[in-house]
């Protein structure tokens, strides 16, 4: 398998990996499984770890627990702007850039999710190099969030960290910026982010 090919499934693979597990979700995993022998050992070990965990726990209790991570504690967030950015207006301005990617890709962002959650940046990865560029652009909120998943022992460190290892390696600049935002937490301001309207599912955007 090319490096190309390689990096597009490992992309569309750790994405279905990284989100909700509802039926289709799960209903994927047989294909996922067999797409981890054409990876790198390095991308495909952490993946099946994901894979094994949902393959051998109940479909409630994956929900419940992947509420309880994702969606209550604010330091496994997986939207990237938000350990860079916090819930401030500056965050809505690094929104407008990955809007813009999935634009000139033809793509858009499909059940309501910002552009900058990690499974939708994942899918447009596998579809167009500007996904590439948003995660190396990002890569600081990456190594938060592994870092974050890894305190909580979460299986979901692996899938994450999985798409670390697709990524060059981190600058000197990336890690002091992580081990600085790992003491302070995201930005915050008074004035809270406004609503950030995501490109819908219009002609010429597909998922």
């Known amino acids: 398998m090319s490096q190309p090919t390689w990096r597009r499934v490992a992309a569309r693979a750790a994405s279905l990996l990284l989100r909700y597990p509802d039926d289709e979700v799960l209903a994927a995993l047989p294909t996922v499984r067999a797409a981890l022998d054409g990876l790198p050992a390095e991308v495909a070990a952490p993946l099946r770890e994901v894979v094994a965990h949902r393959e051998a726990t109940a479909p409630a209790e994956l929900r419940a627990a992947y509420v309880e991570l994702f969606d209550f504690r604010r330091r496994c967030c ?107 937490g995201p930005p915050v301001e008074q004035v809270g982010l406004e609503p950030f309207g995501l490109v819908d599912t219009t002609p010429g955007g597909r998922r």
């Open 78 to 184: 997986l939207h990237l702007t938000y350990y860079t950015c916090g819930d401030t207006r500056r965050r809505g301005e690094a929104l407008v850039g990955f809007s813009g990617a999935y634009r000139r890709a033809g793509l858009a962002v499909v059940d309501g999710e910002l552009p900058d959650f990690l499974p939708a940046v994942l899918d447009l990865a596998a579809a167009d190099d500007g996904g590439w560029r948003l995660l190396r652009d990002n890569r600081v909120g990456l190594d938060l969030l592994v870092e974050a998943l890894g305190r909580e022992r979460s299986v979901y460190r692996h899938a994450a960290a999985a798409v670390r290892e697709m990524l060059p390696p981190a600058q000197p600049a990336d890690l002091a910026a992580a081990a600085r935002l790992a003491r302070s």
